[in-house]
């Protein structure tokens, strides 16, 4: 069965600071990967995907097989980076499997 | 707004209590997905159409959760005799029906059951 884990609830950091928020995923195949991001009172909108290997708004996501991780990655975050982020997979089916979300908050 | 619209955006009822919700998709995507998100979780899947076949449901749709969508474009998620632990948001999103298309979220409805 497909598997979420995003191990922190809450990660708190600078304006300019690095942020790094993981993801760590359980599934035998070759899932595609989701980063979903929800802005304090609006719906749940698509980030990035791994297949498209943009980067939006500054954020990035790398996948790494060995390690099931697909970590996202900002270099520099900026206040309007808080909300909720969730990871997602899928694979061999269309539903999408989510990690319970980390709030990330950018402090001024 | 041409994105996923749902209807209620707020629901409160009594248990055992029956309560209906609606979805509309973006007009062009085949998928229809229904999710449902407790306090401090993901959303978890609940079933998906294509078109007005129901491809798939999960474990976690009990026997009084329906879905129906007769004519391949809105969407009713129908919860019959309503439990406190029915209480939610849920979550309506619609993708074209290729494989692994993205899915675009609805606003939700959120149910609270007394």
């Known amino acids: 069965a497909q598997r979420v884990t995003q191990p922190e609830k809450l990660l708190s950091v600078f304006k300019g600071a690095p942020v790094e928020l993981k993801c760590n995923y359980s599934?035998?195949?070759?899932?595609?990967l989701f980063w979903y991001v929800q802005y304090s009172r609006q719906r749940l909108q698509l980030l990035l995907r791994h297949i498209s290997r943009e980067s939006i708004k500054g954020f990035t996501a790398d996948l790494n097989k060995g390690e099931t991780s697909f970590h996202l990655k900002k270099p520099f975050a900026q206040e309007e980076d808080s909300a909720m982020y969730y990871c997602a997979t899928q694979g061999g089916s269309e539903k999408l499997v989510f990690g319970k979300g980390t709030k990330l908050t950018v402090n001024p | 707004d041409t994105g996923v619209s749902q209807d209620p955006r707020h629901k409160i009822t009594k248990r055992g209590q029956n309560v209906t919700f609606r979805c509309d998709p973006i007009?062009?995507?085949?998928?229809l997905y229904w999710y449902r998100q407790t306090l401090g979780q993901g959303p978890e899947f609940l079933t998906y159409?294509?078109?007005?076949?129901?491809?798939?449901k999960s474990r976690l749709l009990s026997d009084r959760f329906s879905a129906e969508r007769p004519k391949g474009s809105f969407s009713t998620l129908e919860i019959q005799r309503t439990e406190q632990g029915d209480s939610a948001m849920y979550l309506c999103?619609?993708?074209?029906?290729?494989?692994?298309?993205?899915?675009?979220f609805g606003p939700g409805t959120r149910l609270l059951v007394l």
């Open positions: 007009s062009e995507h085949n998928r």
């Open positions: 599934y035998s195949g070759s899932p595609e």
């Open positions: 999103a619609s993708s074209f029906s290729t494989n692994q298309e993205t899915q675009y």
């Open positions: 159409f294509q078109n007005e076949a129901q491809l798939e």
